[in-house]
């Protein structure tokens, strides 16, 4: 490919928003049309608008486009690129159910188009640096590691007033907020074997839980937790949602939610990323499509490696649901490992 890549945005809610932002300040992409049911904020987002889906893909034949709209909607919206041959980057979670995304990565692959699930926070730039130190063997062989996340719109009549719709949802802060870290943990220690998980309500106007504890096992070497809920300010607030801590043979890493990265106390980077989403995270995401879309690399978090970061979502959830600990060899398929 070369010149300016000429993408579609499909959906202008308000976590698009972030990625039009990002897109904006690519010079090598370019969003053309954009489209939603709510012709205003398709306005927005691009010069040509369109309520349909199906009508703006048909007239403007993107290079490429980004679907970023409630998860019920995913699968046909995916469907229609493919069988236009139009590659995909799709923000998480990719579907509602654990049968619907292997639909939709298995549609893709059947079908040779590029598939990208939009997965940001492996890409704040604070666990890419802690990715570093841990593969340069600083701290040694990794043993353990916690994440910890924390935000106060979970309280109160009106919760989450900048997505209310979460108030809805079925499978909420799992589904939602906690497998962003379930995706970091596996791109920092590798793939993950068995969940043991507790969830709760706390809120009543919510459907879905709230606040959860997740234990995790990678290869049976290291063990994490993600601790989550949404009732709490983060102390001291920044960028990073919370704080995270990693353990080796010979040290630790942490990163407090300033998105500042220590070892062993000492600091080893410092957190300078004043644009964008957390870190400018969204617009490394679209990058990181973009580059493997122009030269033919594998996605990080292509629809069959993001397949196991969403067996872990539904392990989570079959584990909270059961009382017991989860492998996910039990919801891996042949076809899907």
């Keep these: 490919m070369a010149g300016v890549l000429k993408g579609a945005i499909i959906g202008c809610g308000f976590f698009a928003r972030r990625h039009i932002e990002a897109w904006r300040r690519m010079p090598e992409v370019e969003i053309v049309a954009a ?57 998480k979670p990719i579907a509602p159910g654990w049968d619907s995304a292997v639909e939709i990565v298995a549609a893709a692959e059947s079908a040779d188009v590029p598939f990208m699930v939009h997965e940001n926070w492996r890409w704040q730039p604070w666990y890419r640096a802690a990715k570093d ?44 907020a906690l497998v ?7 791109f920092l220690f590798g793939d993950i ?31 994490g937790w993600i ?10 607030d920044g960028p990073a949602m919370g ?3 990693f353990e080796g043979e010979l040290g630790t890493i942490s990163i407090p939610n300033t998105g500042d990265v220590y070892v062993n106390r000492s600091l080893a980077w410092k957190n300078t990323v004043t644009d964008g989403y957390r870190g400018d995270s969204v ?34 959830y079959r584990s909270a649901a059961g009382g017991r600990c989860v492998s996910l060899s039990e919801i891996l398929s042949p076809a899907s490992k």
């Design 243 to 245: 704080d995270a801590f």
């Design 180 to 186: 962003h870290h379930i995706d970091t943990a596996r």
């Design 133 to 176: 130190i841990i593969s340069r063997g600083e701290i040694g062989a990794p043993i353990g590691y916690g994440f910890r996340t924390r935000t106060r719109d979970g309280m109160g009549a009106e919760p989450y007033p900048a997505q209310p719709y979460f108030r809805q949802l079925q499978r909420f802060l799992i589904d939602e």
């Design 283 to 316: 617009r490394a995401t679209q990058a990181h499509f973009i580059s493997c879309l122009e030269s033919g690399s594998p996605f990080e978090s292509g629809g069959r490696q993001y397949l196991r970061t969403f067996a872990a979502v539904e392990a989570a």
């Design 227 to 236: 601790d989550g809920h949404r009732f709490l300010d983060p102390d001291p």
């Design 35 to 91: 489209a939603d049911p709510q012709i205003a904020l398709a306005e927005k987002f691009a010069n040509r608008a369109y309520r349909s889906a199906e009508e703006m893909v048909d007239r403007e034949q993107p290079a490429f486009v980004d679907i970023v709209t409630r998860v019920e909607t995913r699968l046909p919206l995916v469907r229609l690129a493919i069988e236009k041959r139009i590659p995909v980057i799709c923000q």
């Design 193 to 223: 074997d068995s969940i043991y998980a507790q969830a709760g309500r706390r809120n009543p106007l919510v459907t879905g839980e709230d606040q959860a504890i997740l234990l995790l096992s990678h290869g049976g070497t290291v063990h």
